[in-house]
C-alpha cells in the first residue's frame, strides 16, 4: 500500500512502504471509462498527463478488445476481469490526514486466479501473451511509479475490485456476467471434474459445442444432408450384397471353388453395408452420449457393437479380396487350383485376421465415434491398428493384380503375333505349349473378369478412404481445430450470420465435397459388386431353384399322378 500526498494544483508526490521511497507524478480522478465500468466504483491513481481513455485505449492495444474479452466466458470471465480492472486501474483511498491518500495496487492472489483458471484458454485462442506474470511487477505501473514499477500485494493491502452486479471477488461467481452463448453454441452445464468443463475438447469459456461437432463448423444442414446421402447409398448397397450372398448361398454350385470365394467376400461386403442400420434408426444417438459427449465404446454399447462390426467386415473384405487376386493369379499365370485344396487356411487367415485386428481395437478401448454417422477407431490408433493391417494385405494384392494383368497383355499382344490357324500337328511341343498356355489365359479372363474388376473397384475405393483420413481427416481433430474455432466465435458474436463464420473456417477443414466423396465411395462396394456378378445367368438359375422348390413343395397325389404318367409313357 502506497501514501499519496496532493497539492493544491493536484499535483502529488508518491512515498512507497513496501519499495525505497521514490516519486511519482499524478492525481486522483474519478472512473468515467467503459471497460471497467461493472468492476470501478472508486476513484482512480492517474500518472500526470494520462487520461482514462488513454490507459483503456492502451490496453485495446495489448489484446484486451471487446472482442477478445467476449471469448473469456464462465469460470474465465470473472477472475480476468477483476485482474485487468484492480491493475490498470489502482484505487485510492482517503486517510485521516489531511491531503494525504492511500492507493492500493492490484492483489497476488487476484492474478494467480486468473492465470489458473484462463491460461489454457488464452493459450488455445493464440492469446498467451495476454497470461498474467503474476511474479513480475504489475503492468503499466513502471509508469505510475519510475523505475521499477509495483510488484502484486498481499491480500489485506491491495486493490481487490468485485463484480458491481454482486460477485464474490476474486475467485467468486461471476456476479452480473453471465454466460451467454451464440448458436450453435451452448451453455456448459460444468458436468465435469470438481465442477469443471464438461469436456474440454470441446467446451471453453462456459460454451460448448454441441455433439457431432462437426455438424456445427459448416454450412447449416450441410452434414446432415450430405450423410443422408451417403447412408442411403450403403442402404442400397446393404440390399444388393444381401441378394448376392443370398444367391452364393443357395443357389447350386455357388459354394465350390472359385465361386466360394465370392460368397465369402459378399458376406463380408453385406456386413460392411449393413452397420448403416444404427444411424438410420437414430443417427445422433449413435454419434453422441447426451447433448456434448461423443460416443465411445465405453458410454455407448451401441457403438461399440457397431464399431467392431465395420471394423471385422473392413478387414474381412479386404482379406477375402487379396484372396481373391491370389487366386486369379495363381489360376491364370500358373494354371493351379492351389486354393481348392486349401481353403481350411483361407478361412484361418481371412477371419482369423479379422478377429484379431477387431479384438485389439476393442480390448484397447478405442472404439468411437468421430466422423460421419459410424464408430470406428480414434484417428489417435486408427492407422497402427486398422489402415497398416490393411495395408499388408492390400498393397501386395495390388503388385499381384498388376503382375497378373502384364501377363495378360503379354499373351494377348503374342496372341495377334502368332497364328493360331495352323494345325497342332505341325507345330512343335514347345510352340504347342505356348498356344496352349495362350487359350487357357484367355478363358481365364473370360471366366474371371468379374472378380478382377470386383477385386480394382474395392481396393480403389478403400485405398481413397485411407488417403482422405490420412491426409485430411486430422485437420478435424478438436486440439488441431480448436484455435480455429475460436476465430468462427469471434466472427458470430460481433455479428456475422454462421454460414458466412464458417466460410472463414473452410480453408482448415477436411473439403466437404472431399469428404461425402470418400464416404460415398465406400458405400457403393456392395452396389458396384451387384453390377458385376449379378447376370442374367443367376435369373435363371433362382428361376430354376423356385420351380424346384414348387415341386417339392407340390401334394403326394400330384406328385404320384406325375410320376405314373411318366411310368405310362
Not at 452480473?176 to 467446451?203: S, V
Amino acid at each position: 500500500m502506497a501514501r499519496l500526498f496532493s497539492k493544491a494544483a493536484g499535483v502529488a508526490a508518491l512515498a512507497l512502504s513496501l519499495l525505497a521511497v521514490t516519486d511519482a507524478q499524478g492525481s486522483a480522478v474519478a472512473y468515467t471509462g467503459t471497460l471497467c465500468k461493472d468492476y470501478v466504483n472508486y476513484n482512480v491513481w492517474l500518472p500526470n498527463n494520462y487520461t482514462i481513455d488513454m490507459v483503456e485505449n492502451s490496453l485495446a492495444q495489448q489484446g484486451m478488445t471487446g472482442a477478445n474479452l467476449a471469448l473469456l466466458q464462465g469460470n474465465c470471465f470473472e477472475p480476468f476481469m477483476q485482474y485487468v480492472c484492480s491493475s490498470a486501474f489502482p484505487k485510492v483511498e482517503s486517510t485521516a490526514t489531511a491531503n494525504s491518500f492511500n492507493v492500493r495496487f492490484s492483489c497476488k492472489s487476484t492474478c494467480q486466479n486468473a492465470v489458473s483458471q484462463c491460461s489454457s484458454l488464452l493459450t488455445l485462442g493464440g492469446k498467451s501473451s495476454l497470461i498474467p506474470q503474476c511474479d513480475g511487477v504489475i503492468a503499466g505501473t513502471t509508469v505510475t511509479v519510475p523505475p521499477t514499477g509495483i510488484y502484486f500485494q498481499p491480500d489485506g493491502a491491495c486493490n481487490a475490485v468485485k463484480s458491481l452486479g454482486g460477485g464474490a471477488g476474486a475467485g467468486g461467481s461471476t456476479g452480473n456476467q453471465t454466460t451467454h452463448c451464440p448458436p450453435p453454441f451452448i451453455t456448459d452445464p460444468m458436468e465435469g471434474p470438481n465442477g469443471g468443463p464438461t469436456n474440454p475438447q470441446y467446451c471453453f469459456g462456459g460454451c460448448c459445442i454441441p455433439c457431432p461437432a462437426q455438424y456445427s463448423l459448416y454450412r447449416e444442414g450441410a452434414l446432415e444432408a450430405g450423410f443422408k446421402i451417403t447412408n442411403t447409398m450403403r442402404a442400397v448397397s446393404m440390399v444388393f450384397s444381401f441378394i448376392l450372398m443370398i444367391s452364393y448361398i443357395f443357389l447350386p454350385d455357388k459354394r465350390s471353388h472359385p465361386s466360394a470365394l465370392i460368397l465369402f467376400f459378399a458376406i463380408c461386403v453385406f456386413l460392411f453395408s449393413v452397420v448403416v442400420i444404427f444411424p438410420l434408426v437414430d443417427t445422433r444417438a449413435m454419434q453422441c452420449v447426451g447433448p456434448i459427449n461423443p460416443s465411445t465404446q465405453h458410454n455407448n454399447i451401441k457403438c461399440a457393437i457397431q464399431g467392431g462390426m465395420l471394423i471385422f467386415a473392413s478387414v474381412g473384405t479386404c482379406a477375402w479380396c487379396s484372396a481373391l487376386i491370389l487366386n486369379l493369379h495363381l489360376h491364370t499365370v500358373w494354371n493351379s487350383a492351389w486354393f481348392a485344396r486349401k481353403y481350411w487356411l483361407l478361412h484361418t487367415v481371412c477371419w482369423g485376421f479379422a478377429i484379431a485386428v477387431t479384438a485389439v481395437a476393442v480390448g484397447m478401448g478405442e472404439i468411437k465415434w468421430e466422423y460421419a454417422t459410424l464408430c470406428l477407431i480414434s484417428q489417435d490408433y486408427v492407422s497402427q491398428i486398422f489402415f497398416y493391417p490393411m495395408a499388408a494385405m492390400i498393397f501386395p494384392a495390388f503388385m499381384v493384380h498388376i503382375a497378373t494383368f502384364f501377363h495378360i497383355a503379354r499373351i494377348s499382344a503374342q496372341a495377334g503375333v502368332d497364328s493360331e490357324t495352323m494345325s497342332r500337328s505341325t507345330l512343335s511341343a514347345g510352340a504347342a505349349a505356348v498356344i496352349s498356355h495362350r487359350r487357357h489365359v484367355m478363358m481365364a479372363i473370360k471366366i474371371q473378369w468379374r472378380a478382377a474388376v470386383m477385386a480394382v473397384c474395392a481396393l480403389l475405393s478403400v485405398m481413397f478412404y485411407w488417403l482422405f483420413y490420412f491426409l485430411q481427416l486430422k485437420k478435424i481433430k478438436p486440439a488441431t481445430v480448436q484455435p480455429h474455432v475460436l476465430d468462427f466465435v469471434k466472427c458470430i458474436k460481433s455479428g456475422g450470420t454462421h454460414d458466412s463464420c464458417v466460410d472463414g473456417l473452410a480453408p482448415h477443414l477436411p473439403p466437404y465435397g472431399l469428404m461425402i466423396a470418400a464416404e460415398f465411395l465406400v458405400s457403393t462396394i456392395g452396389t458396384i459388386i451387384f453390377i458385376v456378378f449379378f447376370k442374367a445367368a443367376l435369373v435363371r438359375e433362382w428361376a430354376d431353384w423356385f420351380g424346384s422348390i414348387g415341386y417339392l413343395l407340390k401334394g403326394k397325389r400330384r406328385q404320384k399322378k406325375e410320376q405314373d404318367q411318366f411310368f405310362v409313357i
